[in-house]
């Protein structure tokens, strides 16, 4: 029996979290304010994604984009409402900070595939799904060797790698590794869009994908 993957990895979660607290309190609240400043309310950003065994829950980001609208009351395109600031904190991944909060609920973990969009859903293949099998995460496999610059299949062979060899040094290992990749910014396609491409079910060879 896995220990670390039937109830370690949750308690390394809550440990590492919790201790870490008081420095990310203080870093959110900051980024808070600013959000606040800089693109008015909401602060926090919410939308359904699978986690675990394709389960839905609702996931917490700092809003990166303003809601402008037209004369007729539509939200203007994303090109139009993602600011400078909010590229900035997509960049430095600070706008995901709140989902350390999923990670307390238990409904997301420090380390997993990322949690992807419900429409996806059903254009997995087999063995692309089993990425569910395990609790999404703030970071993964897939973010430090890439993170939305490789393709849709080179994404989904590191999460499904991931879920079958998930132990607690891989976990801590990967922790490391990504904030030495947030720190130097690698990997990290510069969003011009709200969103970078699409998966369709066959991504073409060289298509990045978007976390």
Do not use: C
Not at 67 to 75: I, K, S, T, V, Y
Not at 91 to 116: A, Q
Not at 121 to 138: F, K
């Amino acid at each position: 029996m896995n220990i670390y993957r039937n109830g370690g990895k949750r308690l390394f979660d809550l440990v590492v979290v919790i201790i870490a607290a008081p420095g990310w309190l203080v870093v959110l609240a900051i980024m808070a304010v600013l959000v606040r400043i800089k693109l008015g309310a909401p602060i926090i950003f919410r939308q359904k994604r699978p986690g675990r065994r394709g389960e839905i829950f609702e996931i917490y980001k700092l809003r990166t984009m303003t809601e402008q609208r037209d004369p007729q009351g539509n939200l203007l395109p994303d090109s139009e409402r993602l600011t400078s600031f909010g590229r900035w904190l997509r960049t430095t991944s600070l706008d995901e900070l709140p989902e350390l909060f999923n990670v307390l609920r238990g409904n997301m973990s420090l380390v997993g595939p990322r949690p992807l969009l419900i429409k996806y859903l059903p254009l997995y293949s087999p063995e692309q799904a089993r990425r569910h099998d395990v609790l999404p995460g703030i970071t993964g496999l897939a973010q430090i060797n890439g993170r939305n610059d490789i393709t849709w299949e080179d994404k989904f062979r590191h999460d499904v790698w991931y879920a079958d060899h998930l132990t607690w040094w891989l976990d801590v290992k990967i922790l490391f590794q990504t904030m030495g990749k947030v720190v130097a910014r690698e990997g990290v396609v510069e969003p011009t869009v709200g969103v970078h491409q699409e998966f369709t079910g066959s991504s073409p060879e060289g298509t990045r994908s978007d976390t």
